[in-house]
Structure formats: structure tokens, C-alpha cells
């Protein structure tokens, strides 16, 4: 028993810690791909794919192994969920007992903390325990690698999607007509940053002035149903990719 739950905090903790970007990225993703081909500034869009997204995040996260037996982050370090006293998979009823209570995430993580069992009130209530997994054909090494060979391809499918998605939109066509129209500045690649709201956006991309590599920063609000530029930034660092989305100016 002791060797099933050595260091589980540990491996728990980190567990979580891949689980948050992965299904960050993963649904982000889904939300760009859908973006391609629906414009991801329209107002039908935006009202369910954020939600989608969102939707998507919470079900993984709060009740994942229902689904898939696991998280990808529990598989990565080797941990399963089971029951406390039979070390049996749980039902999907017991699954969904521990799900809801990670609502109360931050007590959950005290008392998790604090456990001398490694056991949070969601696995009390449920009867379940989380262990390392005594058998598993995967090596250890070899789970990491996927893990990160993984998290690489997903940063690189939701970069490029996202690039794409803002190339669909009505924000992008009229920031870019806007700062191409004298001549210029010469567009050089995909869009790699966006913060949206419905009615006012920026985004950033690279470009090019007189030979000069830059990244133009384009900001713009709506005025009668139109995307209007409303300031530029050009700037010589280099931008990450990132994409953020409030609720804050949403038209009642």
C-alpha cells in the first residue's frame, strides 16, 4: 500500500499542472479550427464557441475519467484513480461524486495537502484513492516524451489555426486593408496574437516597413455593425501567440 501511494502529492500536483495548458490548448484549438470556416467575429459564433470551449475545459477537468478512464496528465505520471477499498475502478456515479467537488478546488487543495492518506474530500465522499499504477507497458521516460511531443504539436496546431481563423474574420480584412493601403507596409505572416470582445478587438502580426521587420499591433472597434481602426502600434520585439476573449463590452 505504501509503495501504491509514495509520493502521490507529488505526482498528483504535477499531474494537474499538465492537465491545465493541455486542455487550455486543446480547446482553444477546436475553437480556431471552427474559426477557419466560420468567422470567429461573428455574433453566432462567438456565442457558442466560447461557451463550447469553456464547456470543453470544465467536463475534462472536473469529470475526465469518467470519459477516458484518465487524464492525459494522470497517465503521464503513471497514477489511476480507484476504489479505496477494493483497488477497483470506480462506477461513473462515484466518478461524477469526486468531479463535483473539485468546485471547491482551493479547499480541496488544503485538505489534499494536509492528507495524510493523499485523499481530498471529492475521493472520501466517493470511496476513491488515487495511486500509482503497478502495472503500465509505457516506461516513464517515454510517457514524458509524449507528453511533450504532445504539448508541442498542440502550441503548433492552435498557432497556425489561430493565424488562420483571423484571416477569415471581417476585424482582420479591415485592420490589414487599413495599414497596407499606402503602399508600404507589406504583410509577412500569420496573425499571432488577439484579444476579442464583441465589439472591439486587437491583434498582431508581422510585417514589414521599408525592409524592416516589425510586428504591427492593430486595435479596432465597431461602429455600425463596421470594424474601425482605432489605433496602430508598430513594434521591433518579438510577440508570443495567445488569444483572449472578454465578456466586458458584450451588446445587450
Known amino acids: 500500500m505504501e509503495t501504491m501511494i509514495k509520493n502521490i502529492r507529488l505526482w498528483r500536483f504535477l499531474a494537474f499542472l499538465y492537465d491545465i495548458p493541455f486542455i487550455l490548448l486543446a480547446a482553444f484549438t477546436i475553437y480556431m479550427l471552427f474559426g477557419i470556416f466560420f468567422k470567429m467575429d461573428s455574433d453566432g459564433f ?7 470551449a469553456m464547456a470543453i475545459i470544465i467536463i475534462y477537468l472536473f469529470f475526465g475519467e469518467i470519459f ?5 496528465g494522470k497517465y503521464l505520471f503513471g497514477l489511476e484513480v480507484l476504489d479505496s477499498s477494493r ?7 462515484r466518478f461524477l461524486k469526486r468531479g463535483l467537488l473539485k468546485i471547491l478546488w482551493p479547499i480541496e487543495g488544503l ?3 494536509f492528507s495524510k492518506s493523499g485523499r481530498r474530500v471529492g475521493d472520501i465522499w466517493a470511496g476513491s484513492i488515487v495511486v500509482n499504477k503497478e502495472n503500465n507497458s509505457v516506461r516513464p521516460l517515454v510517457r514524458l516524451i509524449i507528453g511533450a511531443v504532445t504539448m508541442i504539436v498542440l502550441y503548433l496546431a ?4 489561430l493565424g488562420l481563423a483571423a484571416r477569415n474574420a471581417d476585424f482582420y480584412k479591415a485592420g490589414t486593408e487599413f495599414i497596407t493601403a499606402s503602399g508600404q507596409v507589406k504583410i ?3 496573425t499571432s496574437e488577439i484579444s476579442q470582445s464583441r465589439d472591439s478587438v486587437s491583434f498582431c502580426l508581422p510585417v514589414s516597413i521599408e525592409n524592416n521587420r516589425r510586428y504591427a499591433r492593430i486595435h479596432l472597434g ?3 455593425d463596421k470594424w474601425v481602426v482605432s489605433k496602430i502600434e508598430f513594434l521591433s520585439g518579438q510577440i ?4 483572449g476573449y472578454s465578456f466586458s463590452s458584450v451588446k445587450r
Do not use: D
Open 46 to 52: 462567438l456565442s457558442i464557441m466560447i461557451y463550447l
Open 68 to 72: 477516458f478512464k484518465n487524464t492525459f
Open 87 to 93: 483497488f477497483e475502478r470506480l462506477s461513473a456515479g
Open 111 to 113: 485538505v489534499l495537502l
Open 158 to 161: 492552435f498557432s497556425f489555426s
Open 188 to 190: 509577412t505572416g500569420l
Open 222 to 224: 465597431k461602429n455600425e
Open 240 to 243: 508570443g501567440t495567445s488569444f
